[in-house]
Protein backbone atom coordinates (compact mmCIF):
# COMPACT_ATOMS: atom_id res chain seq x y z
CA UNK A 1 0.00 0.00 0.00
CA UNK A 2 3.16 2.30 0.47
CA UNK A 3 3.62 1.69 -3.47
CA UNK A 4 0.15 3.74 -3.86
CA UNK A 5 1.03 6.26 -1.99
CA UNK A 6 3.90 6.99 -3.05
CA UNK A 7 2.41 7.00 -6.68
CA UNK A 8 -0.36 9.27 -5.65
CA UNK A 9 2.24 12.08 -4.10
CA UNK A 10 4.39 11.99 -7.27
CA UNK A 11 0.99 12.36 -9.58
CA UNK A 12 -0.12 14.96 -7.47
CA UNK A 13 3.26 16.85 -6.92
CA UNK A 14 3.75 17.06 -11.38
CA UNK A 15 0.45 17.56 -11.28
CA UNK A 16 0.91 20.56 -9.06
CA UNK A 17 4.22 21.77 -10.61
CA UNK A 18 2.08 22.34 -13.69
CA UNK A 19 -0.51 23.94 -12.08
CA UNK A 20 -3.45 22.08 -13.71
CA UNK A 21 -6.07 20.90 -11.39
CA UNK A 22 -8.63 17.91 -10.93
CA UNK A 23 -8.88 14.87 -9.83
CA UNK A 24 -7.13 11.46 -10.35
CA UNK A 25 -7.56 7.76 -10.06
CA UNK A 26 -4.99 5.01 -9.86
CA UNK A 27 -4.88 1.45 -10.57
CA UNK A 28 -2.25 -0.75 -10.49
CA UNK A 29 -0.99 -3.69 -12.36
CA UNK A 30 2.51 -4.99 -12.04
CA UNK A 31 3.86 -3.13 -15.15
CA UNK A 32 1.78 -0.55 -15.44
CA UNK A 33 -0.32 2.04 -13.86
CA UNK A 34 -3.24 3.39 -15.33
CA UNK A 35 -4.39 7.18 -14.24
CA UNK A 36 -7.58 8.78 -15.09
CA UNK A 37 -7.36 12.18 -14.96
CA UNK A 38 -10.39 14.98 -14.74
CA UNK A 39 -9.51 18.10 -15.29
CA UNK A 40 -10.74 21.14 -16.80
CA UNK A 41 -7.35 21.96 -18.23
CA UNK A 42 -7.98 18.61 -21.04
CA UNK A 43 -7.20 20.57 -24.14
CA UNK A 44 -4.06 22.23 -22.33
CA UNK A 45 -2.67 18.70 -20.74
CA UNK A 46 -3.45 16.46 -24.24
CA UNK A 47 -1.76 18.57 -26.78
CA UNK A 48 -1.19 18.28 -30.07
CA UNK A 49 -2.26 15.38 -31.28
CA UNK A 50 -1.48 14.00 -27.70
CA UNK A 51 2.04 14.75 -27.55
CA UNK A 52 1.81 16.78 -24.81
CA UNK A 53 -0.08 13.88 -23.08
CA UNK A 54 2.38 11.05 -24.13
CA UNK A 55 5.13 13.31 -22.86
CA UNK A 56 3.44 13.70 -19.19
CA UNK A 57 2.82 10.19 -19.22
CA UNK A 58 6.84 9.27 -19.45
CA UNK A 59 7.94 12.15 -16.57
CA UNK A 60 5.36 10.60 -14.77
CA UNK A 61 6.57 7.13 -15.68
CA UNK A 62 10.19 8.31 -14.48
CA UNK A 63 9.76 9.87 -11.38
CA UNK A 64 7.69 7.64 -9.98
CA UNK A 65 9.81 4.35 -11.41
CA UNK A 66 12.90 6.51 -9.44
CA UNK A 67 11.06 6.74 -6.24
CA UNK A 68 10.03 2.60 -6.24
CA UNK A 69 13.28 1.96 -7.62
CA UNK A 70 11.77 -0.31 -10.77
CA UNK A 71 9.99 0.84 -14.04
CA UNK A 72 6.31 1.10 -14.29
CA UNK A 73 4.92 2.67 -16.97
CA UNK A 74 1.90 5.07 -16.27
CA UNK A 75 -1.33 5.00 -18.79
CA UNK A 76 -3.12 8.56 -18.70
CA UNK A 77 -6.53 9.17 -19.60
CA UNK A 78 -8.30 12.25 -19.62
CA UNK A 79 -11.32 12.93 -21.17
CA UNK A 80 -11.43 10.18 -22.91
CA UNK A 81 -9.18 10.95 -25.52
CA UNK A 82 -7.32 7.81 -25.59
CA UNK A 83 -10.57 5.59 -25.70
CA UNK A 84 -11.72 7.72 -28.83
CA UNK A 85 -8.29 7.40 -30.46
CA UNK A 86 -8.19 3.51 -29.51
CA UNK A 87 -11.51 3.27 -31.29
CA UNK A 88 -10.35 5.36 -34.45
CA UNK A 89 -7.35 3.10 -34.51
CA UNK A 90 -9.53 0.01 -34.83
CA UNK A 91 -11.59 1.69 -37.49
CA UNK A 92 -8.28 2.41 -39.44
CA UNK A 93 -6.59 -1.16 -38.94
CA UNK A 94 -9.72 -2.29 -40.60
CA UNK A 95 -9.84 -0.16 -43.58
CA UNK A 96 -5.86 -1.66 -44.12
CA UNK A 97 -6.49 -4.86 -43.64
CA UNK A 98 -10.01 -4.57 -46.59
CA UNK A 99 -7.42 -2.90 -48.92
CA UNK A 100 -4.83 -5.46 -48.08
CA UNK A 101 -7.04 -8.04 -48.84
CA UNK A 102 -8.46 -6.36 -51.61
CA UNK A 103 -5.04 -5.09 -53.49
CA UNK A 104 -3.40 -7.76 -51.98
CA UNK A 105 -0.46 -6.24 -51.05
CA UNK A 106 1.16 -4.49 -48.12
CA UNK A 107 -0.54 -1.38 -46.82
CA UNK A 108 1.67 1.10 -44.70
CA UNK A 109 -0.07 3.30 -41.57
CA UNK A 110 2.85 5.55 -40.67
CA UNK A 111 2.72 8.52 -38.60
CA UNK A 112 1.78 6.97 -35.29
CA UNK A 113 2.95 7.17 -31.93
CA UNK A 114 4.60 3.66 -30.14
CA UNK A 115 1.28 3.23 -28.31
CA UNK A 116 -0.88 3.34 -31.05
CA UNK A 117 1.39 1.41 -33.22
CA UNK A 118 1.10 -1.37 -30.41
CA UNK A 119 -3.24 -1.02 -30.21
CA UNK A 120 -2.78 -2.07 -34.30
CA UNK A 121 -0.59 -5.08 -33.29
CA UNK A 122 -2.60 -6.14 -30.69
CA UNK A 123 -6.17 -5.77 -32.98
CA UNK A 124 -4.48 -8.00 -35.34
CA UNK A 125 -3.01 -10.40 -33.25
CA UNK A 126 -5.68 -13.17 -33.71
CA UNK A 127 -6.58 -12.06 -37.17
CA UNK A 128 -6.05 -15.52 -39.52
CA UNK A 129 -6.12 -13.00 -42.88
CA UNK A 130 -3.06 -10.59 -42.14
CA UNK A 131 -0.17 -9.72 -40.38
CA UNK A 132 1.34 -6.62 -39.04
CA UNK A 133 4.54 -5.19 -38.31
CA UNK A 134 6.27 -2.12 -37.38
CA UNK A 135 9.06 -1.39 -39.92
CA UNK A 136 11.50 2.00 -39.86
CA UNK A 137 13.26 3.71 -37.00
CA UNK A 138 12.65 6.55 -35.29
CA UNK A 139 10.00 8.62 -36.24
CA UNK A 140 9.89 7.17 -39.33
CA UNK A 141 8.53 4.51 -38.13
CA UNK A 142 5.22 2.76 -39.37
CA UNK A 143 3.04 -0.24 -39.24
CA UNK A 144 3.00 -2.37 -42.73
CA UNK A 145 -0.25 -4.60 -42.88
CA UNK A 146 -0.19 -7.39 -45.42
CA UNK A 147 -1.97 -10.78 -46.37
CA UNK A 148 -1.29 -14.23 -44.59
CA UNK A 149 0.23 -16.28 -47.17
Excluded at 105 to 114: D, E, G, R, V
Excluded at 122 to 144: A, C, N
Aim: glycine share 6%; aromatic share 4%; with cysteine.
Amino acid sequence: MEDKKIINTTIEKVLDLLNVEGSIEVSISEEIIDVVLTTEDTGVVIGYHGEILESLQLILSLCISRKLGRFLRVSLEIGDYKKNRTEWLEHLAIQAKEQAIQENKAISIPNLKSWERRIVHVYFQEDDSVISESIGKGRDRMIVVKPKE
